[in-house]
């Protein structure tokens, strides 16, 4: 199907694991993004990537590591998952530089 | 330091009736402005888009203000239902938010009465 896909939807590990919230988008859009959002906070940008081989960080980057080797997929991975890290992670991407960005279901993660 | 205040209370209202969020800035100057729609346990699903130079932007019941002396955009939402009740973001781009990032608010929850 056609789309913006995000997994696992829903995760629970623990302090210390290492995690990778995988990300695929099927409209070979330029722009991914990763956005967690938690209560009090809205969505808080974690890293975005303009093009393949391209990243850079936005908000909130610390204990994240991103890498885009293809444009349909954006992986997120936690190297050292802390309870802080706790959240719902959403994946976005777009075309051009504005507009509208297209986001995935969301991944639920719980850090014990 | 830069904010984006949208109300955190829920926003009650009855059918038919037309609902009004508020979204105001501090210290951003932003290019253009979104507003998104987000459901329990889904991704904020793309509303509409209104640049600096536009003061209003109408999609069928939808309508967006945009007043950049104000620092502030009003969404309305004409004849409301009950589907309409969702929590509606708003999101600030471009400007000294930074060409390709989006700044988001907290969001606004509605919630439409029959």
């Known amino acids: 199907d056609a789309g913006i896909t995000q997994s696992p939807r829903y995760k629970i590990t623990e302090t210390g694991r290492q995690v990778t919230l995988m990300c695929h988008q099927t409209w070979s859009h330029s722009y991914m993004f990763w956005y967690r959002q938690d209560l009090g906070h809205g969505l808080r940008l974690i890293y975005y990537s303009a093009a393949a081989d391209i990243t850079d960080k936005g908000e909130v980057p610390d204990g994240y590591v991103v890498s885009r080797s293809k444009t349909e997929n954006f992986p997120l991975t936690l190297e050292s998952a802390t309870r802080s890290q706790t959240s719902v992670y959403f994946c976005a991407s777009r075309q051009g530089g504005s507009g509208e960005l297209f986001f995935g279901e969301g991944s639920r993660l719980t850090v014990l | ?114």
Do not use: M
């Not at chain 2, 979204?23 to 699903?45: E, F, H, I, M």
């Open chain 2, 1 to 114: 330091s830069q904010k984006i205040e949208q109300n955190s209370e829920a926003l009650n209202i009855q059918e038919g009736k037309t609902a009004t969020l508020t979204c105001n800035y501090t210290n951003y100057s932003p290019a253009y402005l979104q507003w998104y729609r987000q459901d329990p346990g889904r991704g904020p699903v793309f509303l509409l888009l209104i640049r600096e130079n536009e003061k209003e932007k109408r999609k069928e019941r939808l309508k967006v203000t945009f007043d950049t002396t104000l620092k502030q955009s009003l969404f309305h939402i004409t004849a409301s239902q009950p589907a309409d009740s969702a929590t509606y973001l708003c999101a600030l781009g471009g400007g000294n938010t930074g060409f390709q990032k989006l700044v988001f608010g907290t969001g606004t929850r509605l919630l439409v009465s029959p």
